[in-house]
């Protein structure tokens, strides 16, 4: 499933991501010729500059409380409804060597073009340096099991301009069962328009 991303780049990622650096993230990024992401462990309002992920980094510790992380069955779409559009929600698979997406926002499909569930984080587009990042940023998450907030200016044949992203884990008995991720992002296409299909 994971073909050429199942690779000692991906932990490698992880492994800095995991020790609270992202040099190994900028390595990456600098070789596919795009800027750094900014990477930010347990986010705070001022870190994100986003009201959907204001809303959902404090419904996620009001309902996580004293425990490491909420559980999955509080994953409530009525608490969700700032950013219902913008999310997916993740499934760690195989000991979280890939993760299945079991939901993928209305407004993401729109925006990518295609819906993306039921796929894999690794199957996004398996040849490119961001299904790299981002498989690391999930397997960081279910080790650390904090937040995590990322933002990138992606390369030019991306569907966006901008992308920031926030993962929130959740689960039960110790172990991270799901991922709700959000997207506020930038199109650089019409809502809808996939990138293959830019005029001539």
């Known amino acids: ?13 992880r492994d800095d991501l995991v020790s609270g650096g992202s040099s190994a993230s900028a390595g990456l990024f600098d070789a596919s010729g795009v ?61 979280a060597a890939d993760f ?29 340096y961001i299904t790299t990042f981002y498989l690391a940023c999930y397997r960081a998450v279910v080790i650390r099991g904090e937040p995590l907030f990322t933002r990138h200016e992606p390369s030019l044949d991306a569907y966006a301009a901008d992308i920031k992203r926030l993962l929130l884990p959740f689960g039960a008995d110790g172990r991270i069962t799901r991922i709700v991720t959000a997207v506020d992002s930038v199109p650089r296409l019409p809502l809808g328009r996939p990138a293959w299909a830019r005029r001539p």
């Open 1 to 13: 499933m994971l073909n050429a991303l199942d690779s000692p780049l991906v932990n490698r990622l």
């Open 100 to 128: 299945r997406i079991r939901l993928y926002g209305s407004r993401l499909a729109l925006e990518m073009g295609r819906d993306l569930t039921g796929t894999y984080i690794s199957e996004f587009a398996p040849t490119s």
């Open 35 to 95: 800027a750094p992401p900014t990477v930010v462990w347990a986010p705070v309002q001022d870190d994100m500059t986003s009201e959907p992920f204001d809303h959902l980094i404090g419904f996620w510790r009001a309902r996580k409380g004293d425990r490491p992380w909420p559980a999955e069955a509080e994953i409530d779409p009525v608490d969700l409804r700032p950013a219902l559009g913008r999310l997916l929600i993740c499934e760690p698979i195989d000991d």
